[in-house]
């Protein structure tokens, strides 16, 4: 995948932010949206998901949103229920 040195300076900028210490995927050629189905075609984007891949790299939990508004955010109390299920 194609990374711009500008997606790499604002993927490095959002992971020393939030304190991040796991690397961050830029999917300019819109190939890992396309895998995972949520590409938005019309928009080019992804439509708000959220996705949980275990130790093993395999998918566990998906669950993409009927839109990318604020009232479609998953509630954080559901995404961590899921990935306790998992562990």
Do not use: C, H, W
């Amino acid at each position: 995948m194609g990374i711009s040195a500008n997606a790499t300076f604002s993927q490095k900028a959002f992971a020393d932010f939030f304190k991040l210490d796991y690397p961050l995927l830029s999917d300019r050629e819109l190939n890992v949206m396309k895998a995972f189905g949520v590409l938005d075609e019309a928009r080019r984007i992804a439509k708000r998901s959220y996705i949980i891949i275990d130790k093993e790299g395999v998918v566990r939990y998906k669950n993409t949103r009927p839109s990318n508004r604020k009232e479609d955010v998953l509630p954080g109390e559901e995404l961590l229920k899921e990935v306790k299920k998992i562990n």
